[in-house]
């Protein structure tokens, strides 16, 4: 037996109306791509036309300057020595907050968004308050010769100040939403809390890891604020590659300058590409495990 399903017929009105939509969805696709053109693709391309200004010789030149390649020797070991350590609080902390609870929890999370909210300048005085010559451990390093403000430990101290949320608030909002019952299973099982640990969270949750590594390592190898308070913008010894093109730009060095500021955007090219790999794989993982389940 057929059923027959009536279909009204379109007025001029409703005609007019999906007319309309589609004129406002194109409107506001284009409005989206000329808003980006203008204010992320036209400065990108500057940069390299800047950079490329007087050929490729002075652009490789520029590269392979000493004080340049130390800018970018001192990027990575900064970022190198402070996204590890935000990857181990952040692993801790949001295991901590999702599968305990705990007086001050909230107070916790409440820290680790601190870095979010505050300025990366104040960021930097304080560690300039706090370790500087004047500040309230300046003395006693001074007394053993330890130094760390206008050295490497403050830049990474800095690094590692700016970049503490990005790993952690990347976990937590994910390991809530899965639960604590496959650690539970584990532990009626007999698995002791390393075992769980590293054969059930770890795994679920190695995804999401690697993409909070990537958001903080992209802001610690880009940070400029607290990182030029605690450097002294010593030329070869204290200067990251923002910090490095700021100076070549103020002596009016715009072909080096523009280099350095291009590469530091073919260090982001990177980090979005792998950013979107992970994505993927991430959406694919959770297919994956979604399908069985409606089998």
């Given at each position: ?17 999906i ?65 590890p ?21 909230n ?25 500087g ?15 760390i ?35 539970e ?10 075992q ?22 992209s ?37 080096a ?39």
């Open positions: 037996m057929r059923v027959a399903i009536s279909v009204p017929a379109q007025t001029p009105a409703t005609r007019a109306k007319a309309n939509g589609g004129l406002l969805r194109v409107l506001l696709i284009g409005a989206a791509f000329l808003y980006l053109a203008f204010f992320l693709l036209l400065p990108l391309a500057v940069v390299f036309a800047q950079a490329f200004a007087k050929g490729a010789q002075a652009y490789f030149s520029a590269i392979s300057d000493q004080e340049t390649l130390s800018a970018v020797k001192l990027t990575f070991i900064a970022a190198g020595i402070a996204v350590l935000n990857l181990l609080f952040g692993l801790a902390s949001a295991w901590c907050i999702t599968k305990f609870n705990f007086r001050g929890k107070v916790l999370i409440t820290l680790i968004d601190l870095p979010l909210a505050v300025s990366p300048v104040v960021s930097g005085l304080i560690f300039v308050l706090v370790f010559l004047h500040g309230w451990f300046g003395k006693w390093l001074d007394a053993h010769n330890i130094q403000i206008f050295a490497v430990p403050g830049i990474v101290l800095a690094t590692a100040f700016v970049t503490v949320p990005f790993i952690a608030r990347e976990l937590i909002p994910f390991m809530q939403s899965q639960g604590t019952e496959e650690e299973a584990a532990a009626v099982l007999g698995a002791g809390g390393w769980i640990f590293f054969r059930v969270t770890l795994p679920n949750i190695k995804w999401s890891l690697l993409y909070g590594v990537i958001l903080a390592t802001r610690a190898v880009g940070e400029f604020g607290a990182v030029s308070v605690v450097s002294g913008h010593i030329r070869g010894e204290t200067t990251t590659l923002p910090l490095h093109a700021e100076i070549l730009y103020n002596e009016y060095n715009f072909v300058a523009f280099t350095a500021a291009s590469l530091l955007t073919l260090l982001a090219v990177i980090t979005l590409i792998v950013k979107k790999f992970v994505e993927w794989k991430t959406e694919h993982r959770n297919e994956s495990a979604v399908l069985p389940e409606q089998a």
